[in-house]
C-alpha cells in the first residue's frame, strides 16, 4: 500500500506492505537509522520517536496507521554539527554510555518538556490540577518508559534538568 508521512519536515511516499512497522519504514525504507530497535515489544523505549508531537513507541504502531501524519526523529532533531539542546546536554553531561538507548531518551525527554510545560500531570503529581513541577521524582516517572541498560539514569536526568532550568531562565528574561 502507498503511504503518506511527513519525516523530519520531509514529505515522502511509501510503498509497504500493511504490516510494516513504523520503526521499520524508518530504519529499511527511509535509512533513519537513528531510531533503535531494542526490545521489539514495547518495552524498552529505544524506538521512541515523536508522532505529531506525542511520543510513541515506534515498534508497535504500524506505519499503515500513521499515514499523513507528521513523524520526527531523533536526526530531524539535530546533527552532530548543529544539536538540539537536549542532545547538546547529554554530550555535556554525559548522559549515555553505551548510546544505544539515547536516541529514544532523547526524544521521550523531548515529549516530556512539552507535556509538563502543557500541566499533563503525571502518576507521582501531587494534585491533579496542580502544575507539575519536573523534580527528579517526576523525571524518574514520565521517563520510566525507556531503559538504559548502562544505568545512566543520574546523568540523563541531569543533562534534562539542565535543558529544564536553561529553557526557564530564558522565559524569566523574556518576561
Known amino acids: 500500500m502507498i503511504i503518506t508521512?511527513?519525516?523530519?519536515?520531509?514529505?515522502?511516499?511509501?510503498d509497504l506492505d500493511p504490516r510494516t512497522t513504523l520503526l521499520d519504514a524508518l530504519r529499511h525504507h527511509l535509512a533513519l537509522t537513528g531510531t533503535k530497535k531494542g526490545c521489539d515489544h514495547g518495552q524498552c523505549g529505544a524506538c521512541t520517536l515523536l508522532v505529531n508531537g506525542r511520543r510513541i513507541n515506534s515498534c508497535l504502531a504500524l506505519a499503515a496507521s500513521h499515514d499523513g501524519d507528521e513523524i520526527t526523529t531523533i536526526e530531524g532533531l539535530g546533527?552532530?554539527?548543529?544539536?538540539?539542546?537536549?542532545?547538546?546536554?547529554?554530550?555535556?553531561?554525559?548522559?549515555?554510555q553505551c548510546g544505544y538507548c539515547t536516541p529514544g531518551q532523547i526524544m521521550s525527554a523531548k515529549a516530556m518538556l512539552a507535556e509538563?510545560?502543557?500541566?499533563?500531570?503525571?502518576?507521582?503529581?501531587?494534585?491533579?490540577?496542580?502544575?507539575?513541577?519536573?523534580?527528579?521524582?517526576?523525571?524518574?516517572e514520565r521517563m520510566s518508559g525507556n531503559l538504559c541498560r548502562c544505568s545512566a539514569y543520574p546523568r540523563i536526568r541531569q543533562a534534562i534538568g539542565a535543558v529544564r532550568d536553561a529553557r526557564a531562565s530564558r522565559t524569566e528574561a523574556a518576561e
Open 116 to 140: 509538563v510545560a502543557e500541566g499533563w500531570p503525571s502518576y507521582v503529581t501531587r494534585a491533579l490540577d496542580d502544575d507539575p513541577t519536573l523534580t527528579d521524582e517526576e523525571m524518574a
Open 79 to 96: 546533527q552532530p554539527d548543529a544539536m538540539s539542546d537536549l542532545q547538546a546536554a547529554f554530550v555535556q553531561y554525559d548522559g549515555y
Open 5 to 14: 508521512l511527513t519525516v523530519n519536515g520531509r514529505r515522502t511516499e511509501l
